[in-house]
Protein backbone atom coordinates (compact mmCIF):
# COMPACT_ATOMS: atom_id res chain seq x y z
CA UNK A 1 0.00 0.00 0.00
CA UNK A 2 1.51 3.53 -0.83
CA UNK A 3 1.47 5.66 2.11
CA UNK A 4 -1.79 8.36 2.72
CA UNK A 5 -0.31 11.86 2.17
CA UNK A 6 -2.94 14.32 2.55
CA UNK A 7 -3.02 16.82 0.33
CA UNK A 8 -1.43 14.51 -2.81
CA UNK A 9 -3.42 13.93 -5.51
CA UNK A 10 -3.47 9.74 -5.97
CA UNK A 11 -0.51 9.74 -9.23
CA UNK A 12 1.09 12.07 -6.78
CA UNK A 13 0.75 9.25 -3.77
CA UNK A 14 2.24 6.75 -6.03
CA UNK A 15 4.82 8.72 -7.62
CA UNK A 16 5.99 9.48 -4.01
CA UNK A 17 6.17 6.07 -3.22
CA UNK A 18 7.98 4.30 -5.93
CA UNK A 19 10.42 6.67 -5.71
CA UNK A 20 10.70 6.40 -1.83
CA UNK A 21 12.08 10.60 -2.02
CA UNK A 22 9.20 12.43 -0.29
CA UNK A 23 10.01 13.66 2.94
CA UNK A 24 12.71 15.94 2.36
CA UNK A 25 14.45 18.54 4.71
CA UNK A 26 16.72 21.17 3.45
CA UNK A 27 19.18 23.48 6.14
CA UNK A 28 19.94 27.12 4.73
CA UNK A 29 17.47 28.98 3.10
CA UNK A 30 19.18 31.21 1.16
CA UNK A 31 18.76 31.16 -2.75
CA UNK A 32 20.32 27.98 -3.30
CA UNK A 33 18.18 26.06 -0.59
CA UNK A 34 14.79 28.46 -1.80
CA UNK A 35 15.28 26.75 -5.63
CA UNK A 36 15.35 23.30 -4.67
CA UNK A 37 12.72 23.45 -1.97
CA UNK A 38 10.58 24.99 -4.63
CA UNK A 39 11.52 22.37 -7.33
CA UNK A 40 10.48 19.97 -5.40
CA UNK A 41 7.40 20.95 -3.99
CA UNK A 42 6.12 21.85 -7.25
CA UNK A 43 6.55 18.01 -7.67
CA UNK A 44 4.24 17.12 -4.96
CA UNK A 45 7.53 16.08 -2.32
CA UNK A 46 6.88 17.36 1.31
CA UNK A 47 9.61 19.56 1.72
CA UNK A 48 10.53 21.43 5.19
CA UNK A 49 13.47 24.13 5.16
CA UNK A 50 15.43 25.27 8.35
CA UNK A 51 17.08 28.23 8.58
CA UNK A 52 19.14 29.50 11.59
CA UNK A 53 18.29 33.36 10.50
CA UNK A 54 15.39 35.17 11.35
CA UNK A 55 14.45 35.74 7.86
CA UNK A 56 15.06 33.49 4.55
CA UNK A 57 17.87 35.02 1.68
CA UNK A 58 20.85 34.43 3.78
CA UNK A 59 23.62 36.13 1.78
CA UNK A 60 20.65 38.23 0.06
CA UNK A 61 18.99 39.50 3.29
CA UNK A 62 18.48 42.74 3.41
CA UNK A 63 19.38 45.31 6.70
CA UNK A 64 16.00 47.44 7.67
CA UNK A 65 17.12 50.29 10.43
CA UNK A 66 16.13 53.42 11.48
CA UNK A 67 18.22 55.01 8.36
CA UNK A 68 16.17 53.22 6.43
CA UNK A 69 16.36 49.67 4.32
CA UNK A 70 19.90 48.85 3.10
CA UNK A 71 21.15 45.48 1.25
CA UNK A 72 24.41 44.17 2.55
CA UNK A 73 25.08 41.64 1.01
CA UNK A 74 24.46 40.94 -3.25
CA UNK A 75 23.62 43.78 -4.47
CA UNK A 76 21.94 42.49 -8.20
CA UNK A 77 22.07 39.50 -9.78
CA UNK A 78 22.55 38.44 -13.65
CA UNK A 79 20.55 36.55 -15.68
CA UNK A 80 21.82 34.15 -18.39
CA UNK A 81 20.40 31.04 -17.46
CA UNK A 82 17.09 30.85 -19.96
CA UNK A 83 15.18 28.60 -17.05
CA UNK A 84 16.64 31.69 -14.39
CA UNK A 85 15.26 34.27 -17.10
CA UNK A 86 11.73 32.68 -16.89
CA UNK A 87 11.80 32.86 -13.38
CA UNK A 88 12.83 36.06 -13.17
CA UNK A 89 10.62 37.63 -16.03
CA UNK A 90 7.44 36.31 -13.55
CA UNK A 91 9.00 37.98 -10.23
CA UNK A 92 9.36 40.92 -12.30
CA UNK A 93 5.97 40.89 -13.64
CA UNK A 94 4.54 40.65 -10.03
CA UNK A 95 7.00 43.96 -9.21
CA UNK A 96 8.80 41.26 -7.33
CA UNK A 97 12.32 42.31 -8.95
CA UNK A 98 13.41 45.51 -11.18
CA UNK A 99 15.82 45.98 -13.49
CA UNK A 100 18.90 47.29 -11.49
CA UNK A 101 21.60 49.25 -11.55
CA UNK A 102 21.04 51.26 -14.92
CA UNK A 103 23.92 53.32 -14.55
CA UNK A 104 27.42 51.97 -13.09
CA UNK A 105 30.18 54.82 -12.22
CA UNK A 106 33.86 53.48 -12.58
CA UNK A 107 36.59 55.39 -10.95
CA UNK A 108 40.22 54.81 -12.09
CA UNK A 109 43.46 57.01 -12.16
CA UNK A 110 40.99 59.56 -10.97
CA UNK A 111 39.28 59.41 -13.86
CA UNK A 112 35.45 58.89 -13.71
CA UNK A 113 32.60 57.62 -15.95
CA UNK A 114 29.44 56.05 -16.14
CA UNK A 115 28.36 52.60 -17.89
CA UNK A 116 25.23 51.58 -18.95
CA UNK A 117 25.58 47.84 -18.55
CA UNK A 118 24.71 45.46 -21.32
CA UNK A 119 22.85 42.88 -20.41
CA UNK A 120 20.37 44.01 -17.71
CA UNK A 121 21.47 43.61 -13.91
CA UNK A 122 18.62 43.05 -11.42
CA UNK A 123 17.56 43.24 -7.63
CA UNK A 124 14.95 42.99 -5.40
CA UNK A 125 12.16 45.47 -5.64
CA UNK A 126 12.65 47.58 -2.92
CA UNK A 127 15.22 45.73 -1.90
CA UNK A 128 17.11 41.82 -2.51
CA UNK A 129 14.88 40.42 0.58
CA UNK A 130 11.90 41.01 -1.47
CA UNK A 131 12.76 38.03 -3.94
CA UNK A 132 13.83 35.70 -1.30
CA UNK A 133 10.62 36.38 1.04
CA UNK A 134 8.57 35.46 -1.68
CA UNK A 135 9.97 32.97 -2.91
CA UNK A 136 10.48 31.27 0.66
CA UNK A 137 6.25 32.28 0.73
CA UNK A 138 4.71 28.95 -0.18
CA UNK A 139 7.44 26.72 1.39
CA UNK A 140 6.96 25.70 5.06
CA UNK A 141 10.73 27.57 6.79
CA UNK A 142 11.15 27.45 9.80
CA UNK A 143 12.95 30.32 11.06
CA UNK A 144 15.34 30.89 14.08
CA UNK A 145 16.35 26.85 13.72
CA UNK A 146 20.04 26.53 13.54
CA UNK A 147 20.22 22.62 12.60
CA UNK A 148 22.99 21.69 14.78
CA UNK A 149 23.34 17.89 14.13
CA UNK A 150 22.11 15.54 11.21
CA UNK A 151 21.43 11.56 11.91
CA UNK A 152 20.47 8.89 9.81
CA UNK A 153 18.28 6.18 11.50
CA UNK A 154 16.02 3.41 10.26
CA UNK A 155 13.13 5.76 10.42
CA UNK A 156 15.30 8.32 8.31
CA UNK A 157 16.74 11.54 9.07
CA UNK A 158 17.01 13.24 11.99
CA UNK A 159 18.10 16.99 12.39
CA UNK A 160 18.42 18.15 15.60
CA UNK A 161 18.48 22.18 16.44
CA UNK A 162 20.50 24.36 18.79
CA UNK A 163 17.78 23.98 21.95
CA UNK A 164 18.09 20.30 21.25
CA UNK A 165 14.65 19.60 19.56
CA UNK A 166 14.67 16.89 17.04
CA UNK A 167 12.93 16.87 13.63
CA UNK A 168 12.71 13.34 12.05
CA UNK A 169 11.21 11.22 8.97
CA UNK A 170 13.00 12.65 6.48
CA UNK A 171 13.60 10.14 3.37
CA UNK A 172 16.97 12.59 2.20
CA UNK A 173 18.75 15.98 3.49
CA UNK A 174 19.82 18.72 1.52
CA UNK A 175 22.80 20.86 2.96
CA UNK A 176 22.38 24.14 1.34
CA UNK A 177 25.38 26.13 3.35
CA UNK A 178 28.49 28.09 3.02
CA UNK A 179 30.71 25.23 2.21
CA UNK A 180 32.68 25.68 5.64
CA UNK A 181 29.39 25.67 8.03
CA UNK A 182 28.27 22.39 5.68
CA UNK A 183 31.57 20.73 6.47
CA UNK A 184 30.86 22.07 10.08
CA UNK A 185 27.54 19.87 9.90
CA UNK A 186 28.52 17.35 8.42
CA UNK A 187 32.32 16.87 10.31
CA UNK A 188 35.03 14.50 9.27
CA UNK A 189 33.04 12.28 6.72
CA UNK A 190 31.76 14.97 4.56
CA UNK A 191 35.77 16.21 4.39
CA UNK A 192 36.73 12.64 3.43
CA UNK A 193 34.50 12.06 1.02
CA UNK A 194 34.19 15.87 -0.67
CA UNK A 195 36.80 18.66 -0.84
CA UNK A 196 34.58 21.42 -0.01
CA UNK A 197 36.30 24.79 -0.51
CA UNK A 198 36.96 27.52 1.51
CA UNK A 199 35.46 30.89 1.48
CA UNK A 200 36.35 34.54 1.77
CA UNK A 201 34.83 36.95 4.18
CA UNK A 202 33.71 40.81 3.42
CA UNK A 203 32.60 43.75 5.75
CA UNK A 204 30.18 45.44 4.14
CA UNK A 205 29.17 49.20 5.54
CA UNK A 206 26.13 51.57 5.54
CA UNK A 207 26.17 55.22 5.77
CA UNK A 208 23.47 57.87 6.24
CA UNK A 209 24.29 61.15 4.64
CA UNK A 210 23.04 64.53 5.27
CA UNK A 211 22.35 65.60 2.38
CA UNK A 212 22.77 64.26 -1.62
CA UNK A 213 26.51 63.27 -2.82
CA UNK A 214 27.41 65.86 -5.36
CA UNK A 215 28.49 63.86 -8.53
CA UNK A 216 31.67 63.90 -10.02
CA UNK A 217 32.28 66.32 -13.70
CA UNK A 218 30.83 65.00 -16.60
CA UNK A 219 28.02 62.63 -14.40
CA UNK A 220 24.79 62.96 -13.62
CA UNK A 221 23.89 60.05 -10.99
CA UNK A 222 25.05 56.97 -10.07
CA UNK A 223 23.42 53.57 -9.17
CA UNK A 224 26.21 51.78 -8.26
CA UNK A 225 30.29 52.42 -8.60
CA UNK A 226 33.20 50.23 -8.89
CA UNK A 227 36.14 51.77 -6.63
CA UNK A 228 39.32 50.53 -8.57
CA UNK A 229 41.03 53.42 -7.15
CA UNK A 230 40.55 52.05 -4.06
CA UNK A 231 43.01 49.99 -1.55
CA UNK A 232 40.13 49.45 0.83
CA UNK A 233 36.86 49.74 -1.38
CA UNK A 234 35.60 47.72 -4.40
CA UNK A 235 31.71 48.43 -4.66
CA UNK A 236 29.11 51.20 -3.49
CA UNK A 237 25.38 51.57 -4.20
CA UNK A 238 23.25 54.36 -3.26
CA UNK A 239 20.28 52.55 -2.02
CA UNK A 240 17.60 54.96 -2.69
CA UNK A 241 18.06 54.45 -6.60
CA UNK A 242 16.37 51.30 -6.32
CA UNK A 243 13.14 51.01 -7.55
CA UNK A 244 10.42 51.40 -4.55
CA UNK A 245 13.43 52.60 -2.36
CA UNK A 246 12.94 55.95 0.08
CA UNK A 247 14.38 58.68 -0.91
CA UNK A 248 17.70 59.81 1.29
CA UNK A 249 21.28 59.48 0.31
CA UNK A 250 22.13 56.06 1.50
CA UNK A 251 25.19 53.86 0.56
CA UNK A 252 26.63 50.79 1.02
CA UNK A 253 30.55 50.16 0.69
CA UNK A 254 31.98 46.88 0.12
CA UNK A 255 35.22 45.79 1.16
CA UNK A 256 38.42 44.00 -1.03
CA UNK A 257 38.09 40.23 0.05
CA UNK A 258 41.42 40.06 1.24
CA UNK A 259 40.92 43.55 2.75
CA UNK A 260 38.08 41.77 4.99
CA UNK A 261 40.20 38.63 5.55
CA UNK A 262 42.70 41.04 7.25
CA UNK A 263 40.50 42.69 9.51
CA UNK A 264 38.19 40.50 10.02
CA UNK A 265 38.16 40.29 14.04
CA UNK A 266 38.10 44.20 14.08
CA UNK A 267 35.05 45.92 16.34
CA UNK A 268 32.71 46.80 13.78
CA UNK A 269 32.42 50.30 14.43
CA UNK A 270 36.51 50.85 13.60
CA UNK A 271 35.77 48.78 10.45
CA UNK A 272 33.35 51.13 9.61
CA UNK A 273 35.23 54.23 10.31
CA UNK A 274 37.76 52.95 8.09
CA UNK A 275 35.67 52.18 5.25
CA UNK A 276 34.02 55.56 5.35
CA UNK A 277 37.27 57.03 5.49
CA UNK A 278 38.70 55.22 2.07
CA UNK A 279 35.35 56.35 0.80
CA UNK A 280 36.13 59.67 1.07
CA UNK A 281 39.71 58.92 -0.45
CA UNK A 282 38.57 57.79 -3.44
CA UNK A 283 34.96 60.01 -4.00
CA UNK A 284 36.41 62.96 -6.56
CA UNK A 285 34.15 65.75 -4.18
CA UNK A 286 33.21 66.03 -0.39
CA UNK A 287 31.13 64.07 1.25
CA UNK A 288 28.28 65.54 3.08
CA UNK A 289 28.07 64.79 6.96
CA UNK A 290 26.92 61.57 7.95
CA UNK A 291 24.15 60.81 10.10
CA UNK A 292 25.03 57.41 11.07
CA UNK A 293 26.76 54.46 9.83
CA UNK A 294 27.95 50.82 10.36
CA UNK A 295 29.34 47.92 9.63
CA UNK A 296 28.40 44.35 9.06
CA UNK A 297 30.43 41.03 8.52
CA UNK A 298 30.21 37.96 6.15
CA UNK A 299 32.60 35.45 7.40
CA UNK A 300 31.57 33.38 4.46
CA UNK A 301 31.29 35.94 1.67
CA UNK A 302 32.57 34.04 -1.39
CA UNK A 303 34.08 30.36 -2.79
CA UNK A 304 37.79 30.68 -2.83
CA UNK A 305 37.54 28.71 -5.56
CA UNK A 306 34.46 26.85 -6.59
CA UNK A 307 34.43 23.26 -6.69
CA UNK A 308 35.00 21.62 -10.25
CA UNK A 309 32.20 19.22 -11.24
CA UNK A 310 30.00 20.04 -14.68
CA UNK A 311 26.76 18.63 -11.93
CA UNK A 312 26.80 21.85 -9.83
CA UNK A 313 25.86 19.87 -6.68
CA UNK A 314 27.34 16.92 -4.34
CA UNK A 315 24.73 14.16 -4.10
CA UNK A 316 25.24 10.63 -2.32
CA UNK A 317 22.54 8.78 -3.21
CA UNK A 318 23.04 5.44 -1.09
CA UNK A 319 23.30 7.99 2.28
CA UNK A 320 20.06 10.02 0.88
CA UNK A 321 21.86 12.97 1.24
CA UNK A 322 23.40 15.85 -1.11
CA UNK A 323 24.47 19.20 -1.12
CA UNK A 324 24.30 22.59 -3.32
CA UNK A 325 25.04 26.44 -2.82
CA UNK A 326 26.93 28.76 -4.66
CA UNK A 327 30.06 27.61 -4.08
CA UNK A 328 29.44 24.51 -5.94
CA UNK A 329 29.33 26.27 -9.71
CA UNK A 330 30.13 30.62 -8.95
CA UNK A 331 29.81 32.93 -6.28
CA UNK A 332 26.81 34.59 -7.71
CA UNK A 333 23.25 34.92 -7.03
CA UNK A 334 22.06 32.98 -10.51
CA UNK A 335 24.86 30.41 -9.54
CA UNK A 336 22.97 29.26 -6.30
CA UNK A 337 19.78 29.25 -8.07
CA UNK A 338 21.38 26.75 -10.30
CA UNK A 339 22.57 24.60 -8.16
CA UNK A 340 19.78 24.13 -6.38
CA UNK A 341 17.58 23.71 -9.12
CA UNK A 342 19.90 21.18 -10.59
CA UNK A 343 19.89 19.24 -7.56
CA UNK A 344 15.96 19.11 -7.15
CA UNK A 345 16.21 17.80 -10.89
CA UNK A 346 18.35 15.34 -10.40
CA UNK A 347 16.72 14.17 -6.89
CA UNK A 348 13.08 13.92 -9.14
CA UNK A 349 14.75 12.32 -12.26
CA UNK A 350 17.23 9.90 -11.18
C1 LIG B 1 28.83 41.17 0.45
C2 LIG B 1 28.35 40.28 -0.65
C3 LIG B 1 28.09 40.82 -1.90
C4 LIG B 1 27.64 39.98 -2.93
N1 LIG B 1 27.32 40.55 -4.14
C5 LIG B 1 26.78 39.79 -5.11
C6 LIG B 1 26.31 40.39 -6.31
O1 LIG B 1 26.35 41.61 -6.48
N2 LIG B 1 25.79 39.57 -7.27
C7 LIG B 1 25.67 38.22 -7.09
O2 LIG B 1 25.16 37.53 -7.98
N3 LIG B 1 26.08 37.64 -5.95
C8 LIG B 1 26.62 38.38 -4.95
N4 LIG B 1 27.02 37.81 -3.78
C9 LIG B 1 26.95 36.34 -3.66
C10 LIG B 1 25.51 35.87 -3.38
O3 LIG B 1 24.99 36.55 -2.28
C11 LIG B 1 25.58 34.37 -3.10
O4 LIG B 1 26.19 33.72 -4.21
C12 LIG B 1 24.21 33.69 -2.87
O5 LIG B 1 23.33 34.52 -2.14
C13 LIG B 1 24.47 32.37 -2.15
O6 LIG B 1 23.28 31.68 -1.86
P1 LIG B 1 23.35 30.28 -1.09
O7 LIG B 1 21.97 29.82 -0.92
O8 LIG B 1 24.33 29.40 -1.78
O9 LIG B 1 24.01 30.60 0.34
P2 LIG B 1 23.53 31.58 1.53
O10 LIG B 1 22.83 32.78 0.99
O11 LIG B 1 24.73 31.81 2.37
O12 LIG B 1 22.44 30.72 2.34
C14 LIG B 1 22.79 29.80 3.35
C15 LIG B 1 21.75 29.85 4.46
O13 LIG B 1 22.10 28.88 5.43
C16 LIG B 1 21.76 29.38 6.71
N5 LIG B 1 22.54 28.59 7.69
C17 LIG B 1 23.87 28.55 7.89
N6 LIG B 1 24.19 27.62 8.82
C18 LIG B 1 23.01 27.05 9.20
C19 LIG B 1 22.68 25.99 10.11
N7 LIG B 1 23.60 25.31 10.79
N8 LIG B 1 21.36 25.67 10.25
C20 LIG B 1 20.38 26.33 9.56
N9 LIG B 1 20.66 27.32 8.68
C21 LIG B 1 21.95 27.67 8.50
C22 LIG B 1 22.11 30.84 6.63
O14 LIG B 1 21.37 31.58 7.62
C23 LIG B 1 21.68 31.18 5.20
O15 LIG B 1 20.36 31.67 5.16
C24 LIG B 1 27.46 38.60 -2.71
C25 LIG B 1 27.71 38.07 -1.45
C26 LIG B 1 28.15 38.90 -0.42
C27 LIG B 1 28.37 38.32 0.96
Not at 52 to 57: A, M, V
Not at 112 to 138: F, I
Not at 289 to 310: E, K
Not at 336 to 342: C, D, L, M, P
Request: hydrophobic share 40%; with cysteine.
Amino acid sequence: MAPKTPGLNPFRQFEAFVDFLHNIAIAGAGMAGLAAARALQQTGRNVQIFDKGRRPGGRMSSRCNAHGLFDLGAQYFTVRDPDFARVVADFEQRGIVAQWPQAVAHGENGQWQVRHPEHPRYSGRPSMAALTDAMAEPLTLHQNVRVTSLTREPSGWVLKDQNGHSWGGFDHVIVALPAPQAAELLGNDAASRWALPGMSSCWSTWIHLDAPLSMPAGIDTWHGALLDDSPVLRWAARQQTHPGQQDGERVTLLAHDDWSDRHLEKAPAQVADEMVSAFRNCYPRALPDIRAQGAHRWRYAQPRRPIDDPAGYLIDRSQGLSLCGDWCIDGRVEAAWQSGTRLARALCHP
